[in-house]
């Protein structure tokens, strides 16, 4: 009967949490069925059988954290049944290990030095925890994990930097709470914004943008073909946005701690926020500069439904040089957005309103967005910044020239 084992992810990617098995044991699988959703530090991607046969044992549960090599799943031939569970080495050992009046201890699993369960000797702990408990020199082998299985998380790394060391076990929470892990998607997302907001230091330059033309231009092509879906402000905002990165191309780049160098792209692979069921997502438009404003709208719609069902690959979710986000009807006037780590910057959409606009020196009611540019400080200046801004609005209040510059 075949193992199958956890497989390098690529990208540094060590350990993966098993967010949940879509085969149960019994079950009969062909090649290829997709077996158990992963999480990663990365992404959250489906995992393919390479077998085909009959589902014999499962060998890790849902919330548990794995090791690449890990054995997953043992799959049998077509018609195989589960073996019998295992009898656990604790009690085979006290019925089975006793020799005169003397009984031989049952192995005991490791421990770190406070009590707490590993596996093989090491500390259950995601790579993002661990680079931070090296950042703030903490021994996470003397913790004890809050996380499921007693997991390290980022928060008693923290807690342990402070001197308010958290100890295993549930709190009770008192009446009327409702308590729930974070894991899978929102540990991504906390771990990630928390990464973002401790490294790097952000500027938010804001301008106002009338969109008034290009709200009329929207009209008419919804006009001269009203079948097809209406083509949002969001995929004119990208066509603006990699224009200007063109112009301004200390945007388009990402700081390299490490070897402390800034990386600049000459690709534009442009991060959409995308808000999911799971949380928040990043689908990726790739080659944006070679697609049109419509090809960039049929884009974003399909990143969009794959995310929202759950079915987006993991490499649609990775190689963005820059991102966007837009929250839609529900922007608000203004916002400052965290930076997709190690990118430079993020744009930020905001509400387009009706509002008083004074034109050639009278009042107009136009249409008024907010666009802003939130960035590292340390890969640019505001000067650049400030630039970069105000091409996108001169680009989005004169639409016209989208389809001549970029």
Same mark, same amino acid.
């Given at each position: 009967?075949?193992?199958?084992?956890?497989?390098?992810?690529?990208?540094?990617?060590?350990?993966?949490e098993?967010?949940?098995?879509?085969?149960?044991?019994? &079950?009969?699988?062909?090649?290829?069925?997709?077996?158990?959703?992963?999480?990663?530090?990365?992404?959250?991607?489906?995992?393919?059988?390479? @077998?085909?046969?009959?589902?014999?044992?499962? $060998?890790?549960?849902?919330g548990?954290?794995?090791?690449?090599?890990?054995?997953?799943?043992?799959?049998?031939?077509?018609g195989?049944?589960?073996?019998?569970?295992?009898?656990?080495?604790?009690?085979?050992?006290?019925?089975?290990? /006793?020799?005169?009046?003397?009984?031989?201890?049952?192995?005991?699993?490791?421990?770190?030095?406070?009590? +707490?369960?590993?596996?093989?000797?090491?500390?259950k702990?995601?790579?993002?925890?661990?680079?931070?408990? /090296? &950042?703030l020199?903490?021994?996470?082998?003397? %913790?004890?994990?809050?996380?499921?299985?007693?997991?390290?998380?980022?928060?008693d790394?923290?807690?342990?930097?402070?001197?308010?060391?958290?100890t295993?076990?549930?709190?009770?929470?008192?009446?009327?709470e409702?308590?729930?892990?974070?894991k899978?998607?929102?540990?991504?997302?906390?771990?990630?914004?928390?990464?973002?907001?401790?490294?790097i230091?952000?500027?938010?330059?804001?301008?106002?943008?009338?969109?008034?033309e290009?709200?009329?231009?929207r009209g008419?092509? $919804?006009?001269?073909?009203?079948d097809?879906?209406?083509?949002?402000?969001?995929?004119?905002?990208?066509?603006?946005?990699?224009?200007?990165?063109?112009?301004?191309?200390? %945007? =388009?780049?990402?700081?390299?701690?490490?070897?402390?160098?800034?990386? @600049? @792209?000459?690709?534009? &692979?442009?991060?959409?926020?995308?808000?999911?069921?799971q949380?928040?997502?990043?689908?990726v438009?790739?080659?944006? &500069?070679?697609?049109?404003?419509p090809e960039?709208?049929?884009?974003?719609?399909?990143?969009?439904?794959?995310?929202?069902?759950?079915?987006?690959?993991?490499?649609?979710?990775?190689?963005?040089?820059?991102?966007?986000?837009?929250?839609?009807?529900?922007?608000?006037?203004?916002?400052?957005?965290?930076i997709?780590?190690?990118?430079?910057?993020?744009?930020g959409?905001?509400?387009?309103v009706?509002?008083?606009?004074?034109?050639?020196?009278?009042?107009?009611?136009?249409?008024?967005? =907010?666009?802003?540019?939130?960035?590292? $400080?340390?890969?640019?200046?505001?000067?650049?910044?400030?630039?970069? +801004?105000?091409?996108?609005?001169?680009?989005?209040? $004169?639409?016209?020239?989208?389809?001549?510059?970029?």
């Amino acid at each position: 009967m075949p193992d199958f084992k956890l497989p390098d992810l690529g990208e540094g990617v060590t350990e993966a949490e098993i967010d949940r098995w879509l085969v149960k044991e019994g &079950d009969t699988v062909v090649e290829d069925d997709s077996l158990v959703e992963l999480t990663t530090d990365k992404a959250t991607a489906e995992i393919p059988s390479p @077998y085909a046969g009959t589902v014999t044992k499962i $060998h890790h549960q849902a919330g548990e954290v794995v090791p690449v090599g890990s054995i997953l799943i043992t799959i049998g031939d077509a018609g195989a049944v589960p073996a019998p569970p295992a009898v656990p080495p604790k009690v085979q050992k006290a019925a089975e290990t /006793r020799t005169g009046t003397e009984t031989v201890p049952a192995a005991e699993p490791v421990r770190s030095g406070n009590g +707490n369960r590993t596996v093989g000797g090491k500390v259950k702990a995601m790579p993002p925890v661990r680079k931070l408990a /090296r &950042d703030l020199g903490i021994d996470i082998s003397v %913790l004890s994990g809050s996380g499921p299985g007693g997991r390290i998380l980022r928060q008693d790394v923290e807690a342990a930097s402070t001197g308010s060391v958290r100890t295993a076990g549930p709190r009770v929470p008192s009446s009327g709470e409702r308590r729930e892990p974070i894991k899978g998607v929102r540990r991504l997302i906390a771990e990630k914004m928390l990464e973002a907001h401790r490294m790097i230091p952000p500027v938010t330059h804001v301008e106002e943008c009338d969109v008034t033309e290009l709200e009329k231009l929207r009209g008419i092509l $919804h006009s001269r073909n009203p079948d097809a879906p209406r083509i949002p402000y969001l995929s004119f905002v990208v066509k603006a946005t990699v224009s200007a990165l063109q112009k301004y191309p200390a %945007l =388009n780049s990402s700081l390299d701690d490490d070897a402390q160098e800034i990386v @600049y @792209y000459s690709r534009y &692979d442009i991060g959409i926020a995308t808000d999911t069921p799971q949380g928040l997502m990043v689908p990726v438009v790739k080659g944006a &500069d070679a697609l049109t404003i419509p090809e960039i709208a049929a884009e974003i719609r399909r990143l969009a439904a794959a995310a929202q069902s759950g079915k987006i690959k993991a490499d649609e979710l990775k190689g963005a040089t820059f991102t966007i986000t837009s929250p839609g009807k529900f922007a608000g006037l203004m916002a400052t957005p965290i930076i997709s780590y190690p990118q430079a910057a993020i744009v930020g959409v905001h509400r387009a309103v009706d509002r008083p606009w004074v034109v050639d020196g009278q009042i107009q009611i136009r249409k008024i967005m =907010n666009i802003g540019v939130t960035f590292d $400080h340390r890969v640019l200046d505001g000067l650049t910044a400030a630039k970069f +801004n105000q091409e996108i609005v001169t680009l989005l209040e $004169h639409p016209g020239l989208l389809g001549l510059e970029g």
